[in-house]
Nanobody, 115 residues
Framework: QVQLVESGGGLVQAGGSLKLSCAASVSINSFTSVGWYRQAPGKQRELVTTRALSGTITYKDSVKGRFTFSRDNAKNTVYLQMNSLKPEDTAVYYC?????????WGQGTQVTISS
């Protein structure tokens, strides 16, 4: 069983920054893929960024140049550095990992950007 625990959400003004963390209960090197999704009120959950086993990292177009995925293997933790935040980035952010064909989600962390 894989557990993912997000933290780091909060309320910031537009133009500000936040760094989200996702701590995994297993080695993040065992994941086929790992990344971040978000869901705004009334909208479908969408991909923000993901890192494949190959090391390739992809980003949603609207966050390119502002958000950065990173990881710390020793801490089994992945991060999402979010800069130049906009009100439209407001959402619940979820960590997602795939391991051995199964998909795991964290509980989510709320990010609210005020204009």
């Amino acid at each position: 069983q894989v557990q993912l625990v997000e933290s780091g959400g909060g309320l910031v003004q537009a133009g500000g920054s936040l760094k989200l963390s996702c701590a995994a209960s297993v080695s993040i090197n065992s994941f086929t893929s790992v990344g971040w999704y978000r869901q705004a009120p009334g909208k479908q959950r969408e991909l923000v960024t993901t890192r494949a086993l190959s090391g390739t990292i992809t980003y949603k177009d609207s966050v390119k140049g502002r958000f950065t995925f990173s990881r710390d293997n020793a801490k089994n933790t992945v991060y999402l550095q979010m800069n130049s935040l906009k009100p439209e980035d407001t959402a619940v952010y979820y960590c997602r990992a795939v391991k051995s064909g199964l998909t795991y989600w964290g509980q989510g962390t709320q990010v609210t950007i005020s204009s």
